[in-house]
């Protein structure tokens, strides 16, 4: 199985956010990620708007639409957020934790506290249409709980095996061998570079991998378009070394 790669746009906005100008576009980056191979759009709406505003969201699900590409949209689990994706039903919604003092996402959605509140809000979503994930900390407890919310798939944050933490690849491997057995969809982000995919890619369970930061760096030195093509072979050469892959 080919394993997706959708590029977030969010630090794109961030540059043009930074001197109030209308360069450079999120959406033309989305539209050059796109044409290099890229399997969809990732962006986070904020409740700060600190990147990516609202406008942002609206042409990002046009654009996607038109390329028959995946729009995901990652939010806070509120009923702000909620309201504003039941009316521009992006493909997909990933609910994460959101806190304005973090500079960005620091863990996994407590789906177990989220309790009925989170599990009332997927139902919402999943009423209209839009396919949910969770992004969730590789824990059996938070798996579960997810499942039971009503999650189509989990997004495993892998921010500590990217920091390198002993014993995080094998948690992560864990994590979505567990989600998979529940019939969950597994897919991988935060912090994800060309040197951390390929291993990563190697856990045959997952399925998806959602990359920004890291491609938008690599974007300042060699375009996004080779950024994207880098990141696509990064998954290639990890992809190879999965089970039965010769």
Do not use: W
């Amino acid at each position: 199985m080919s394993v997706r790669l959708h590029v977030n746009v969010d630090h794109v906005a961030t540059l043009r956010n930074a001197r109030g100008t209308p360069y450079p576009s999120p959406i033309v980056a989305a539209e050059q990620c796109l044409a290099a191979g890229a399997d969809g759009i990732t962006a986070h709406l904020r409740e700060d708007r600190r990147h990516i505003v609202d406008a942002d969201v609206g042409e990002l699900r046009a654009l996607c639409a038109r390329a028959k590409r995946t729009f995901n949209l990652e939010m806070a689990a509120t009923d702000e957020m909620v309201g504003i994706a039941v009316r521009v039903r992006p493909d997909v919604c990933t609910l994460v934790p959101e806190r304005r003092e973090e500079r960005t996402t620091e863990g996994g959605l407590d789906a177990v506290a989220g309790g009925e509140g989170l599990a009332r809000r997927v139902r919402t979503l999943i009423g209209t249409g839009i396919k949910v994930s969770l992004f969730i900390a590789a824990d059996a407890a938070q798996i579960e709980r997810s499942h039971a919310a009503g999650a189509t798939q989990i997004e495993l944050h892998t921010g500590e095996y990217a920091h390198g933490r002993e014993g995080e690849l094998a948690r992560l491997a864990d994590g979505a061998k567990r989600a998979h057995a529940m019939g969950l969809e597994v897919a991988a982000g935060h912090g994800l570079t060309q040197d951390n995919t390929p291993a990563l890619v190697a856990i045959p369970e997952i399925v998806e991998l959602n990359i920004g930061h890291a491609v938008v760096a690599d974007a300042v030195f060699v375009g996004i378009g080779e950024a994207v093509r880098a990141y696509r072979a990064a998954i290639e050469r990890g992809a190879s070394r999965r089970p039965g892959v010769s």
